[in-house]
């Protein structure tokens, strides 16, 4: 096994040359990439992508796309549940493990999935996890031959330098994720228009009433939507499903200085929120049918959205959950469990 740790901060290790590299040896393997406790993992064969995922979340990544994927085939909904109890291990971050390939191996034996449908499944994986390659420095990395992931199907075989140069075109200020207050949304994917023709018409119907409402707003509305330091009160949009958290982030804040709009249909939240023209929003990560990134996507499409704080509620703090939430267009990040003086803190950095 070939290993090498960059220590000389002058010579960074860039990814797309690294990969390229692997991938022109022809050679069947693992390619292991790590950042700090993070690892990100690249299976290769002849130089095509097999597989790519990392160490953060992989089951909570692939029960996101198969959500997606349940509303167009309702029997992944059982599935789903199944795949987590069969594979997923708590805290299990041990490498070459490629759980979520075997689920996803799993789900096509079983006929849940078909193999076209596998294939692109695993292509918005891989874009999804090479994005947020992209946007970290390694430290170092390994590349380990193995054969034991020959057992597994094969669905497809993916150019890496395609899906690099993809997401290196996808609109965004820089890959350090530095600025990126106005990004591409990250619902602007081949699953995510698989979506239920319901679900997707409400969101249609949302987008047109606020897109109507804007053509009539005048540039002066829009300071509407800005923190005024003369205000006497604050609105604060809280979106989240669970009513045990709206109901605690409702009593952390004064309600002399702040009146909070308590939304937990996520499908809803954009028409609540023009309606409600907040200061500032809190967002969970985690919902049903849409999630806090792409409903922050959503929100950042609209022009009177794209400077107003949105603060995402999560229970993970990684590397790689904090830069999907800045992709989405987050201004900021709150981890849970969290104090009253977390939240107020929190609030009062984004509104002064």
């Known amino acids: 096994m070939n290993t090498v740790s960059i220590e000389n901060p002058a010579q960074r290790l860039y990814i797309p040359n690294l990969i390229a590299e ?3 040896y022809q050679v069947a393997g693992c390619l292991q990439i790590y950042v700090g406790s993070d690892f990100w993992l690249i299976y290769l064969d002849q130089g095509k992508l097999i597989f790519a995922s990392n160490s953060v979340e992989p089951f909570g990544r692939l029960n996101r796309h198969l959500r ?9 909904v059982s599935a789903v549940v199944q795949v987590r109890l069969l594979f997923e291990r708590s805290g299990d971050r041990q490498m070459y493990s490629s759980q979520d390939y075997q689920a996803i191996c799993w789900l096509v034996e079983q006929q849940y999935l078909t193999p076209a449908q596998a294939t692109l499944l695993i292509e918005e994986l891989a874009k999804e996890v090479l994005e947020s390659l992209l946007s970290v420095q390694a430290e170092y990395y390994r590349f380990q031959e193995q054969e034991c992931f020959n057992q597994f199907l094969k669905f497809c075989q993916l150019d890496p330098q395609a899906l690099i140069k993809y997401c290196q075109a996808k609109p965004q200020s820089d890959q350090t994720l530095q600025t990126s207050k106005q990004v591409a949304p990250v619902v602007d994917s081949k699953l995510s228009r698989q979506m239920d023709t319901s679900f997707l018409t409400e969101l249609a119907r949302q987008l047109s009433t606020v897109n109507a409402d804007s053509s009539q707003t005048s540039s002066s509305r829009l300071g509407e939507f800005s923190p ?5 009160s604050y609105t604060i949009a809280c979106i989240d499903d669970s009513p045990v958290v709206l109901k605690t982030i409702n009593s952390f804040l004064d309600d002399k200085t702040f009146r909070t709009i308590l939304i937990s249909d996520p499908v809803r939240a954009l028409m609540q929120v023009i309606r409600s023209k907040p200061n ?9 049918n849409l999630d806090g990134y792409e409903l922050c996507s959503l929100l950042r499409r609209h ?4 400077n107003m704080p949105v603060v995402m509620i999560t229970s993970h ?16 990040y709150l981890v849970k469990p ?15």
């Open 22 to 24: 692997f991938s022109g």
């Open 68 to 76: 997606r994927l349940s509303i167009q085939t309702p029997s992944l």
């Open 228 to 232: 005024s330091p003369n205000r006497n």
């Open 280 to 288: 500032l929003v809190l967002l969970d990560v985690t919902m049903p």
């Open 303 to 306: 022009p009177n959205f794209r």
């Open 317 to 332: 703090a990684g590397l790689i959950d904090r830069a999907r939430a800045k992709l989405a267009g987050a201004t900021g």
């Open 338 to 352: 969290f104090t009253q003086s977390d939240l107020v803190k929190l609030v009062f950095r984004h509104l002064t």
